[in-house]
């Protein structure tokens, strides 16, 4: 079945979230896939927000950055395959949002960063979206990690030249919250 690979067997998904109870910001956190593989990188994902959220039924991505075997559905759970969770794909979300949904409602909000970035630059980028009072945006944060260096040049496609310095203010997004303090 597609995307029954258990999440239990797989590495921990590399998620940082913000503080329970910390104001309301734009994003609850941020999330590091190792592959641009959803089939492969979802499960683990959607363990670790069943734990903070409640259990995730659906989960909705943008297009960009993801390989073209996109499931609509990934099953999941034990038995194997015995819970199902849709997966919406829109190439009109801003660029690297995912969002989840719980049965309850509650919705978390990621920064996706692709999974070739830097450790570096997807660390810098998952502590500003879990920063309690971030008011940055995926997009934003994004286009901050592109100017970062040692990012790789296909990172985030479109998006500032490579070798500009972090801390050095690009075409759409800002600074990192951790440039701005130097």
Do not use: C
């Not at 259990?55 to 499931?71: E, H, L, Q, S, Y």
């Not at 690297?96 to 570096?120: F, K």
């Not at 998952?126 to 592109?146: C, F, T, V, Y």
């Not at 496609?157 to 070798?163: D, F, L, N, S």
Request: aromatic share 4%.
């Amino acid at each position: 079945m597609p995307g029954s690979g258990s999440p239990e067997r797989q590495a921990a998904p590399r998620l940082l979230l913000r503080p329970e109870h910390s104001p309301a910001a734009p994003l609850d956190g941020g999330w590091w896939p190792r592959s641009d593989d959803p089939a492969v990188e979802l499960p683990g994902l959607i363990a670790a927000l069943d734990e903070r959220s409640g259990r995730i039924t659906r989960v909705m991505v943008g297009t960009v950055g993801w390989n073209a075997d996109r499931p609509r559905r990934l099953y999941l759970g034990n038995p194997a395959g015995s819970r199902v969770v849709k997966v919406g794909w829109f190439v009109t979300m801003p660029a690297g949002l995912l969002t989840a949904i719980s049965v309850s409602g509650q919705r978390a909000d990621l920064v996706t960063v692709p999974s070739s970035t830097s450790e570096q630059a997807a660390s810098a980028a998952m502590r500003q979206a879990a920063q309690a009072g971030n008011r940055e945006h995926a997009p934003e944060i994004l286009a901050a990690i592109a100017a970062a260096p040692g990012r790789v040049a296909d990172a985030v496609p479109g998006e500032a030249t490579p070798g500009v310095p972090l801390g050095v203010g690009e075409r759409e997004g800002g600074l990192l919250a951790s440039s701005r303090m130097r």
